[in-house]
């Protein structure tokens, strides 16, 4: 699977953005898709997750209790797609957002957050908030 994450970008605090995840070569449908961001100097860390079972065209999502209340998880498996919209953003949400995947397994619901688990990676995208 190629992933390939952009909409990040330079936004004032309070701000929104749609970061989009395009991926190629398999279809999602078997898949479990998670947004993962990286401050400067600090760890790669959770933010959101969706993951299709067989045959369901809505996907189960999972969010970073920090992001719960301002970030949204959506995707559409038929168009290999996975948006995040991110609002009310804060100066601590400055960091390059990652799209990555992982095939869909019996146990994602009490791993989907783990960094390491996840086999497919994209490049990043900026995103940067001002005061």
């Known amino acids: 699977v190629q992933l390939q994450a952009s909409g990040g970008g330079l936004v004032q605090a309070g701000g929104s953005l749609r970061l989009s995840c395009a991926a190629s070569?398999?279809?999602?449908?078997?898949?479990?898709v998670g947004w993962f961001r990286q401050a400067p100097g600090k760890e790669r860390e959770f933010v959101a997750a969706i993951r299709w079972s067989s045959g369901s065209t809505y996907g189960s999502t999972y969010y970073a209790d920090s992001v719960r209340d301002q970030f949204t998880i959506s995707g559409d498996s038929a168009k290999n797609a996975v948006w995040l919209q991110v609002d009310s953003l804060k100066l601590e949400d400055t960091a390059v957002y990652y799209c990555a995947a992982k095939l869909s397994t019996p146990d994602y619901s009490s791993t989907y957050y783990i960094v390491t688990g996840y086999n497919y990676w994209g490049q990043g995208t900026q995103v940067t908030v001002s005061s």
């Open positions: 070569g398999r279809t999602l449908s078997n898949y479990a």
